[in-house]
């Protein structure tokens, strides 16, 4: 991954399942990216009112009380330019809710590969694919 000047790229990742979370913590991490995660739509707005950057969402679309997309539209609120990756086992559900993506918005099946993600938060993050260099395998 490039450095940028701004710094690392802060990475929300939100999913009511915990090896999916803990699983896409990893794989950020190792990518380097700095991450803080959250289980729900109403830990992840709390988590992220105290963060001073966050660049990327990655967030579960379907989890109990608020969907990701209801979260991301309550995170955009104070963060417009916020960008999303929609990790899901449903997107079927994500275009019977939305009917397109927004540009700043993308979305990954579940179960994704390591490259999968990486490459799918690097493009939202800096809009081309970087092979992150602490990646060693």
């Known amino acids: 991954m490039k450095p940028t000047a701004a710094g690392p790229i802060t990475v929300l990742i939100v999913d ?6 803990k699983f ?10 700095t991450t803080v ?3 729900d739509g109403a830990e992840a707005i709390e988590v992220a009112s105290k963060l001073t950057a966050l660049d990327v969402v990655v967030t579960d679309l379907i989890m109990p009380q608020m969907t990701g997309d209801e979260l991301a539209g ?5 963060r417009p330019s ?4 929609y ?18 918005e993308a979305f ?6 390591v490259t999968g993600l990486l490459q ?18």
């Open 16 to 21: 009511d399942e915990e090896p999916v979370r």
């Open 24 to 33: 896409v913590e990893r794989v950020l991490r190792q990518g380097g990216y």
């Open 37 to 39: 995660t959250a289980a």
């Open 74 to 78: 309550q995170l955009r609120k104070t």
């Open 82 to 85: 916020l960008r999303v990756l």
């Open 87 to 104: 990790l899901t086992g449903f997107s079927d559900r994500l275009f019977t809710a939305k009917v397109t993506l927004r540009q700043d």
């Open 108 to 113: 990954l099946e579940k179960p994704c590969s």
């Open 120 to 137: 799918a938060v690097s493009l939202l993050a800096f809009d081309h694919f970087d092979v992150p260099a602490q990646r060693t395998s």
